[in-house]
């Protein structure tokens, strides 16, 4: 039903037309009748014409009635229609959990087991994934297009977000086979710093430099062989030989295909994956309770 005061005036009128009689009308509408007869006046005077002809035995519709009364209805029809429009989507935000993410969390089955266990909590709940290049640090937070995802540290703007870190793990060298290196059980980061390295587009920020190892360098600015935007691109690039780069150890079997060799690196630290969302829906349902399934899980493991 529609609320704003228009609204009321033209549902008020509508009811007067359809009923022709003002103790009847305002019965419909749940006011009292002074209420609904003050709603015509107002309409009235808005238009500049009278809209009933009333006397102490009946009323009647004017002209100017008569031609308001098809267009006030389609008026009302079209708002109802619209609000339940509003209300669908608002139901089906309430029941559907977008969970983005720039590559698969793996690890041991992780997303079965927390969709698993998100599920059985919230057996109302639809929960669709959302794939996002790596051109997009939040994986679908900072546009809206997810609810949560998974993600790495650090984000951008992180003051927007809080999180639950799903996993803290090495980071290795990714190269050809071919490589000098690859020779060698472990690598120094010094021996890596001449290499060219894949790295991701500059709209990535601060997880650009993370996985350059920019802290790890003394200052020296790393060189770019290639930008990569998805694992496939890495993979490929790995292969032409354009570059190395740092990879997550539970991200590694996604580009330890033929041609490719990951080792351990010393001299950088670990690199964290986390579950995240926007600190303003930190209060809906379903983003706790797929955030506390998560924790649950990574907890079990």
Request: charged content about 25%; overall charge neutral; proline content about 7%.
């Amino acid at each position: 039903m529609t609320t704003d005061a228009h609204g009321r005036e033209l549902r008020a009128f509508v009811a007067v037309a359809e009923e022709l009689h003002f103790t009847r009308a305002a019965d419909l509408l749940y006011v009292s009748q002074p209420a609904l007869s003050k709603r015509i006046r107002s309409l009235e005077r808005q238009l500049g014409v009278e809209l009933f002809r009333r006397d102490r035995h009946s009323v009647a519709l004017t002209e100017a009635g008569e031609a308001l009364l098809p267009h006030a209805r389609r008026v009302l029809a079209a708002w109802e229609e619209g609000a339940g429009a509003v209300a669908r989507v608002r139901a089906a935000r309430r029941t559907t959990l977008v969970v983005g993410m720039s590559t698969s969390p793996g690890r041991g089955g992780l997303l079965p087991a927390i969709r698993s266990r998100f599920s059985a909590a919230h057996p109302e709940a639809t929960v669709r994934l959302r794939q996002v290049s790596w051109e997009d640090p939040t994986a679908g937070l900072a546009d809206g297009e997810a609810d949560v995802a998974f993600v790495w540290l650090p984000l951008p703007d992180p003051g927007r977000y809080a999180w639950t870190v799903v996993a803290e793990e090495p980071r290795l060298v990714a190269f050809p086979d071919t490589h000098p290196l690859a020779a060698r059980p472990e690598v120094d980061f010094t021996d890596l710093l001449d290499e060219p390295f894949l790295a991701l587009p500059p709209s990535a920020g601060a997880l650009r430099d993370h996985w350059l190892a920019l802290d790890a360098r003394g200052g020296r600015p790393p060189r770019i062989g290639a930008e990569i935007a998805g694992t496939e691109e890495t993979y490929e690039a790995l292969v032409a030989g354009l570059g190395v780069c740092l990879v997550a150890e539970g991200n590694a079997p996604l580009i330890r295909l033929g041609g490719v060799t990951t080792r351990p690196v010393r001299g950088i630290g670990p690199t964290r994956y986390a579950l995240a969302w926007r600190r303003e829906d930190g209060g809906r349902a379903l983003v706790r309770g797929y955030a506390e399934a998560c924790r649950r899980v990574r907890d079990r493991g």
